[in-house]
Structures are given as C-alpha cells and as structure tokens.
C-alpha cells in the first residue's frame, strides 16, 4: 500500500491565520482525501481532491474555509484559513488503497491547536 | 445517510479478550473494516471483511459480521498493553467510495 508523508505534524497558530497542510504520496492516486478529527470524535471528510480538477466538498465544508490543491498525482494540500479555537482539530489526508476492498491509507495527521 | 455507532470506551486486562462492538445502519455496505489509532499517529488499517463474509480470523484478530442486525465486532485475544489504542469501524457503501467511520472506542489494557 501506498506511503503518506503528512507535515507539519502538529501546530499551535494565532486566530485568523492561515496553515497549510501537506501531503506527500509515494505513488501516483487518481484521488485523495482530506479528514477532520475533532477532539474526542470521530473522522469527518471535509473533501476529496482529484488532480486537474476542483476539489469536491462534502456538506458543512467550503472551498473560502478549506482551500485544496492538487498539482500533480502524488501531491495535496490543504490550508485553514481564518482560524478561530473551534478549528482546533487533527486533519489527516488519505488515499484508496491500490486493492480497492482493502480501504483507506491514512498520513500521520496534523495536530492543530488554534489560540 | 449512514451512520456508525460504537461504545466509547473499554477497559480490559492482559491477557483477557476484547470485543469491541459496531452498528451500522447502511444496508448496502459492500466493506466493512476495523482501524487502530495510537496516539498521535494516523489510522491503520488492521482488517477488514467483505459482506458477504460472516466470520474472518487474522492472527488475535477475529472479525464477526451479522448482517441481519447490521452488527460488527473485533474481538482481540491475549490482548497486550500495546493493543491500547482507539478503534474505529467503518463502511462502505456499495457504488461509493466514501467511507463512513464509527465514532471510536478507545480501548484501555491494564497491566
């Protein structure tokens, strides 16, 4: 299965900025995916990022909030901008595993603490 | 829309066994899996059973599928203090690639 190099591992940022996530993958996917855990929850997906085409954004999420790029087949990132507290949260990306039954590979995630 | 309930939390001793239970409420799931979470580290993918299938052993793991009641459980056997870890179970549903996660049961061993 595919390798995920996600950074930065954690963060601690002022309220109103912005960070930006990224995610490396060690083989070329059509798709990738960006969660949300927030403390004590489970996984949300904000969106799905194909390459060469916007990004699809699930309900309660939006393109102003969480800007997503895709340059190429192995790269993504995500930024949160405008941070405020409720933002706090760890956000990981993920993509299909090459066996398709077999699930999701998942980075090591960004622990975001916004103050 | 699909929704995945678990227990939040369970408390077992080494060397006993730990089932962790999972409802689900889509009827067309086609996969079903079981991740792990240590802390501060990502997801794993420790098994997973087509649903189709009722039963699946993997080494300690053994997954069991009631589809009637739309019921899944990991059962981990002479668990060890590194099984502590959140588990979390999740669904596919047939014709989409979404997955759908369960809300996670950290399971804690004692010494």
């Known amino acids: 299965s595919a390798v995920i190099s996600q950074k930065p591992s954690r963060d601690i940022c002022q309220r109103g900025t912005s960070l930006t996530i990224q995610c490396q993958v060690d083989?070329?996917?059509?798709?990738m995916f960006w969660y949300r855990q927030q403390p004590g929850q489970s996984l949300t997906l904000i969106a799905t990022?194909?390459?060469?085409?916007?990004?699809?954004?699930e309900s309660g999420f939006v393109i102003d909030k969480f800007p997503i790029s895709r340059p190429n087949l192995t790269f993504s990132t995500l930024t949160v901008s405008n941070m405020s507290p409720e933002d706090s949260s760890i956000y990981l990306c993920?993509?299909?595993?090459?066996?398709?039954?077999?699930?999701?590979?998942f980075g090591s995630g960004t622990r975001l603490t916004v103050v | 829309g699909e929704d995945v309930e678990q227990s939040l939390f369970l408390s077992v001793r080494e060397g006993d066994s730990s089932v962790i239970n999972c409802t689900y409420t889509?009827?067309?799931?086609?996969?079903l899996y079981w991740y792990k979470q240590e802390p501060g580290a990502g997801l794993q993918l420790l098994t997973y059973?087509?649903?189709?299938?009722d039963m699946k052993q993997d080494q300690r793991l053994t997954v069991l599928l009631n589809k009637k009641d739309k019921h899944l459980s990991l059962r981990i056997a002479d668990t060890q203090t590194g099984d502590s870890a959140i588990y979390f179970c999740?669904?596919?549903?047939?014709?989409?690639?979404?997955?759908?996660f369960g809300t996670g049961t950290k399971l804690q061993v004692i010494p």
């Open positions: 083989s070329q996917v059509t798709m």
């Open positions: 993920s993509v299909e595993d090459d066996r398709a039954y077999a699930g999701y590979t």
């Open positions: 990022a194909n390459q060469g085409s916007e990004a699809t954004y």
């Open positions: 059973i087509f649903s189709n299938m």
């Open positions: 999740a669904e596919r549903a047939g014709g989409y690639q979404k997955v759908t």
């Open positions: 889509d009827s067309s799931s086609t996969y």
